[in-house]
């Protein structure tokens, strides 16, 4: 933990789950602290985030020493079960500029292969300032934990990753304006959008497009945490490191700041669809270097390590899906 900043998070100790609150690698249980009672859990504390926010902050501004474990005496679990997640898709300039930029096209022909990126970068800046961001939703049942298992589905030949900045969402919001997007937020998280890309689309269906459902919604397909970081200790959403790491090789490596749309244009566009509600999780795309890119796929025994900057590290093991 970075030092005098706390996240809320979810331990378990001694096998009693609790929602907490983390600080120079000690844990508190919420619900043990003055005012707190009622929040035994992190949605809960979410849904009152604006109350829980300003006494958890006074609190920790001089923690109490009772009642305080330390953090390698707990395991950490997903830090939230959010209601509804939505995904962005396609959200990174150069990741999207290069897969374009290998497409066959008629008014890039003659062009060398830098030009061809050049070309598809203008047309991903003028995406940014014209165009619309596209989301879907995953099941909250994806959801796990930051040192869990990812479970590789039977028969998926292609399961992918896709490291991403999670926002979570602190208020209900409807038709929120860029502007005061952020003032919704009530933290940001690590997550892993895990992805079979060999069932993105069905072969007798080709007209329908994506299927989500069977390429994104498995058990274990969201691992999220380790903890969440308040918005106010994250100056800048669009300043982070995104890190992956699959057995010790760097995969993904880049910055928010490449987001073609970044984390308030998101937050406008899918709360003009639909009513945002607290604790929700919004996954605001992955840049370049997921399976796809290096042709290579998740394995059992892979170990994959995904760091975002301020956010922590996860680090999850992969595993066959048993009979």
Partial sequence: MVSHHHAIGTATHRGRSFA???????????????????FGNTLAIFEAWDEVDGKLSAIMAAPPAAGAVDLADVRLEAPLRPRQIFCSGANYRRHVAELSAKQPDPAAEGLTSEERLA????????????????????????VTGPYDRIILPKGAAEPDWELELGVVIGRPARNVPRTDALSVVAGYV???????????????????????LSSKCAETFLPTGPWIVPARFVPDPQALRITLTLNGQVMQDDSTADMIFDVARQIEYVSSRVRLLPGDILCTGSPAGNGTHHQRFLQPGDVVEGTITGLGTQTLTCVAESD
């Fill in 20 to 38: 907490c609150v983390i600080q120079d690698d000690r844990v508190w249980n919420v619900a043990s602290l003055p005012g707190l009672a009622g």
């Fill in 119 to 142: 070309r598809a970068m203008a047309m991903m800046d003028e995406r940014s300032r014209t165009g619309t961001p596209y989301a879907f939703v995953k099941l909250p049942s994806a």
């Fill in 190 to 212: 690590v997550t892993n959008d895990i992805t079979v890309r060999d069932r993105v689309y069905r072969p007798d269906l080709k007209a329908i497009g994506t299927d989500w």
